[in-house]
């Protein structure tokens, strides 16, 4: 995480934004591995505003994926439904195969949806 922090600051200071986008995702994910959910969700956050900006949909496949992920962590399921569905559309429309078939494992493993407002959140 240190050396993900000093990415950070040199990104960050040399307006590297890509750089920094790819550096707050891989603090989320090492955020994520400690219980750290709430600070992974908020360097996401980041991440996603970043590529919106840079235009970078790959990136923002990826921001969405793992916020997903997230939320299916936190037993958030219609949010990670509807996070990894953008992220599905993005890498479908990408022609990125390999990150498209695990976006569909990770919703094919979410439980089904509630038939009506009960959704178990």
Known sequence: MAL????????????????????????????????????AMALLQKQEAICQQLGDRAGLARSYANQGALHAAQAQNTEARKMYEFALAIFTELRMPRERDIVQGRLDSLPPRADSASSGE
Request: glycine share 12%; charged share 30%.
């Open 4 to 39: 993900h922090k000093k990415e950070e600051a040199i990104c960050d200071q040399l307006g590297d934004r890509a750089g920094l986008q790819a550096s707050y995702g891989n603090q989320a994910l090492i955020l994520k591995a400690w219980g750290r959910l709430d600070e």
